[in-house]
T-cell receptor, first 115, second 115 residues
Framework: AQSVSQHNHHVILSEAASLELGCNYSYGGTVNLFWYVQYPGQHLQLLLK??????LVKGIKGFEAEFIKSKFSFNLRKPSVQWSDTAEYFC?????????????FGAGTQVVVTP | NAGVMQNPRHLVRRRGQEARLRCSPM?????VYWYRQLPEEGLKFMVY????????ESGMPKERFSAEFPKEGPSILRIQQVVRGDSAAYFCASSPPAGEDYGYTFGSGTRLTVV
């Protein structure tokens, strides 16, 4: 079955530490890839997306992600986190065999940044 | 430009009652999507609608759930005869048509509690 897997459910790290969140998907064809963030009590916000082109994608708030097609991965990174990065992070995939806009989400990774 | 508006934010229903969740898309968006988020899980796609049309309902439970997006007014997700297992956060998203700028935007969600 097609799926999106996020490797860690919970991550705790200190301010200024580097962050990397893993995301793998199992779709065989062409995909669009996304990372969303959900701050406590707020709606999901788009951090970055990949449709085509340069596999290293830069997003908002200093986040970036790298698409590695051979590994079916789209890992999210930030070199130095801040307390305000405490949130839940979701990887999502839109397979082009699916209808436009139908996103398949991973289970999410809860990130807690301690001062 | 108001974002995606969902109401109510919180909804409590007794088992057997009906729940109606409303979603007003962003101005200029003609596509609406509904997702459900169960505790400790990611968002699960339910249905994709355009005005007066259901495009993809592959994620909708076969019974008790229905969705509409009329020519005028908000999109409605309707759950009849609710059960405890329907307790979840329901998120709506809207977007412009495929091919335009990616403007996929989520609302703040409706948290349904069935008692």
């Amino acid at each position: 079955a097609q799926s999106v897997s996020q490797h860690n459910h919970h991550v705790i790290l200190s301010e200024a530490a580097s962050l990397e969140l893993g995301c793998n998907y199992s779709y065989g064809g062409t995909v669009n890839l996304f990372w969303y963030v959900q701050y406590p009590g707020q709606h999901l916000q788009l951090l970055l997306k990949y449709f085509s082109g340069d596999p290293l994608v830069k997003g908002i708030k200093g986040f970036e992600a790298e698409f590695i097609k051979s590994k079916f991965s789209f890992n999210l990174r930030k070199p130095s986190v801040q307390w305000s990065d405490t949130a839940e992070y979701f990887c999502a995939v839109n397979a082009l065999t699916d209808s436009w806009g139908k996103l398949q989400f991973g289970a999410g990774t809860q990130v807690v940044v301690t001062p | 430009n108001a974002g995606v508006m969902q109401n109510p934010r919180h909804l409590v229903r007794r088992r057997g009652q009906e729940a109606r969740l409303r979603c007003s898309p962003m101005k200029g968006h003609s596509h609406v999507y509904w997702y459900r988020q169960l505790p400790e899980e990611g968002l699960k796609f339910m249905v994709y609608l355009q005005k007066e049309n259901i495009i993809d309902e592959s994620g909708m439970p076969k019974e008790r759930f229905s969705a509409e997006f009329p020519k005028e007014g908000p999109s409605i997700l309707r759950i009849q005869q609710v059960v405890r297992g329907d307790s979840a956060a329901y998120f709506c998203a809207s977007s412009p048509p495929a091919g335009e700028d990616y403007g996929y935007t989520f609302g703040s969600g409706t948290r349904l509690t069935v008692v």
